[in-house]
């Protein structure tokens, strides 16, 4: 008998509890143990539920509690999470979660924790979702040399484009929708303006490193001021614009990133569309290598944690292929140094001067401008020619 706590019973954690309750036999099957959940802890009341005497609103009751061996940690947000984390892994306690700011922000730390524990701290559920992704890079292809992550890894702004570009819909009826349908949130910011995509990113190039990659220091720009132009334009290119997160190592300086990009439709995340996500991982051995599914919900987040657990179970002891250590900044390429290609937007007055600093470039007219295919270049040179020019109405890169 494994017993399991959950702290969080929202959307994740009474998903987790549904999961265990109804794959308890699968799940006695695949890790020879029967898993129970004993605790919830919540601020609120379950009069109704089944088993309304798990319930607690006292932390105390999980962090005491011998009988507890894995505590599921799905409440969200940093300030009572981390604190909580913390006390549980110094207990002894194995920590699973699907708190992709909490991993992002205090990852290193908690991994330095479990260490001097003997516990583990597993965070599957953080990306992606259903999605498998953190446990095949640590383990599946951990004998290659990883050289890039990238993909859709939001799926409320892949709705949105979906929408945008499927529908000729416009960015705010396509958000409206999206709330609607409950993809979004009331407050979209962590989606539209591609934070939710930058912890992840954060979190895949850190476990690939080994090294911390710090969100907060990720260059990341939203969809937010993504017009039906710019749809235009990208079909115009036989392109697509996805919200892209994209991490790569080279010539042994590390580039995390994430902003609209324009993928070529013969690429395969071009297909992704509405809720869905996909990662690829590219390695010196293995080649590419692709993840796709839906990114959310209940059930299938719920999987990912569940999933954990039982990882848990079967190897109890701590494990380093999931862990990594404090950031190396001298090891970061800055975004202003990646080279990169870029379509650019101007104003048919700037058409001169573009041609004087960028050369031969082929002109696609828009609704109120012009565009072009910048050649490849750093970005910080872009910037200048740019600036050279009067400024861009917009620029997209575009996806490797």
């Not at 299938?300 to 380093?320: E, F, H, K, L, Q």
């Not at 650019?344 to 470039?361: M, S, T």
Request: aromatic share 8%; proline share 3%.
């Amino acid at each position: 008998m494994k017993n399991i706590a959950i702290i969080g019973f929202g959307v994740v954690g009474s998903g987790v509890y549904e999961t265990i309750k109804t794959n308890k036999e699968i799940l006695k099957r695949n890790t020879g143990e029967e898993l129970r959940v004993v605790k919830v802890l919540d601020i609120r009341d379950f009069p109704d539920h089944e088993e309304k005497q798990i319930f607690t609103k006292d932390f105390n009751d999980l962090l005491n509690d011998e009988s507890i061996d894995i505590v599921v940690e799905t409440m969200g947000g940093v300030r009572f999470a981390y604190d909580y984390t913390k006390q549980l892994l110094e207990k002894g306690k194995s920590v699973v979660t699907s708190n992709k700011e909490l991993v992002a922000k205090h990852g290193e730390e908690f991994f330095k924790i479990a260490r001097e524990h003997n516990v583990r701290y597993l965070y599957e559920a953080s990306v992606g979702g259903a999605i498998p992704i953190i446990r095949p890079i640590a383990c599946d292809v951990a004998a290659n040399d990883i050289v890039e992550v990238s993909g859709i890894l939001n799926g409320t702004t892949n709705y949105i484009l979906t929408k945008m570009f499927l529908e000729n819909d416009s960015y705010d009826n396509a958000l409206k929708t999206a709330q609607e349908l409950g993809y979004a949130e009331k407050d979209p910011t962590a989606d539209v303006d591609g934070i939710d995509a930058c912890r992840k990113i954060s979190i895949l190039m850190s476990l690939v490193t080994h090294r911390k990659i710090d969100s907060e220091k990720v260059h990341t720009v939203g969809i937010r001021n993504l017009t039906t132009e710019d749809l235009t334009y990208a079909a115009a290119l036989d392109c697509k614009i996805k919200l892209i997160g994209c991490g790569f190592v080279e010539n042994g300086k590390v580039s995390a990133s994430v902003e609209p990009m324009l993928v070529p439709n013969n690429s395969p995340l071009s297909s992704v569309e509405d809720v869905f996500n996909a990662a690829i991982v590219k390695g010196n051995m293995a080649g590419t290598l692709m993840f796709y599914g839906r990114g959310a919900g209940m059930l299938p987040t719920a999987s990912a944690v569940v999933g954990d657990v039982v990882d848990i179970v079967r190897n109890p002891g701590y494990n380093s292929a999931y862990e990594w250590g404090e950031s190396a900044p001298e090891n970061e390429l800055a975004y202003e140094d990646i080279v990169a290609k870029f379509f650019v937007c101007i104003k048919e007055e700037q058409l001169e001067k573009a041609k004087k600093e960028f050369g031969d470039i082929e002109i696609i007219n828009g609704v109120t401008g012009l565009g072009f295919v910048a050649p490849k270049m750093s970005i910080k040179e872009l910037d200048e020619k740019l600036g050279a020019i009067g400024g861009a109405v917009s620029r997209l890169r575009f996806y490797r």
